[in-house]
């Protein structure tokens, strides 16, 4: 297992972040996963000894039971908490009142409190806002982020499924006023999803901002389970929660050209397609989750898999995104500044 530092921080995190979406299964989110408190333990522990010391939940995943489940899992192995590195989130309704969603001062402060309650801990390392709220301004976000960093309840910030010029106008009001700026980015990415690539990743490495891909398997379509041949697996989350949405067409044509190199590695298909990932310059680390031991062992596995220039050469190729503009009028003006 390696380990990279969080964007601009000191701080370590190993190159696979272990999620916990698939604990609690508590109503909407049993179609993800629904293990309880033995079995997500059991995973928390492999992970650990595998060497993964990032941990990621968030206080909407089963309405808090994921969060309860991986505090107590930490507690119950005896792990000290300055060993783990524990992300959570905040914007998801959690309660039915007027005011129990969103990135409001008011719902970032009390959801703070209640996932510290949860995770039976004293501090968050790194407190991800979840998505955008429409409603509430970007100023009083962040000024409600300031509060909770300064309170000590909160170490880091990060910021999940926003588009670039959003991130960096939340970062520029944190400038201007001397508060806490993001340093992590929690988005989709997977090589059946590159979009990322088209503004959002330049960003990132230009502000040295840490990223972290979730779903890293397409929901599952990168399992291996899935080809054009067979088109439900009966037993992926893809067959009942078709999520994220993704061009499957193209995502059959990729999956040509990994089983190849996967057969010729002698690893799997998901192997092949984590492993792409991490092999990918602005990756931080991979979230990665898992509803079997198999599974995780398996996906763990994935950082021992090195690719050649030839496995990323057909990888790259297959699965590039179409150019549209203005990339392409960038590359074709930044023709004639190359040196010659």
Known sequence: MKYKFLGNTGVLVSELCF???????????????????????????????????????????????SETILGQSIKNLGIKRSEVVIATKVRGRMAPGANQIGLSRLHIMDSVE??????????????????????????????????????????????????????????????????????????????AGRELERELVPMMQDQNLALMPWSPLAGGFLSGKYTRGNQTSGDNRRDNFDFPPIDKEKAYDIIDVIQPIAEAHGVSVAQIALSWLLHQKAVTSVIIGAKKPEQLADNIAATSVVLTAGDLAKLDEISKLKPEYPQWMFERQGRDRIPS
């Open 114 to 191: 209640e996932s510290l309650s949860r995770l039976g801990t004293d501090h968050i390392d790194l407190f991800y806002i979840h998505g955008v709220d429409i409603e509430t301004s970007l100023e009083e976000t962040m000024r409600g982020l300031e509060d909770v960093v300064r309170s000590g309840k909160v170490r880091y910030l990060g910021v999940s499924n926003h588009a670039a010029w959003q991130i960096m106008k939340a970062n520029g009001i944190a400038e201007k006023n001397g508060w806490t700026k993001f340093v992590a980015c929690q988005h989709y990415y997977t090589i």
């Open 19 to 65: 999620g916990t979406m698939t604990f609690g299964g508590e109503g909407y989110w049993e179609a993800i996963g629904k293990l309880q408190q033995d079995e997500g333990q059991a995973l928390v522990k492999t992970a650990l000894d595998s060497g993964i010391n990032f941990f990621d939940t968030a206080n909407v995943y089963a309405y808090g039971k």
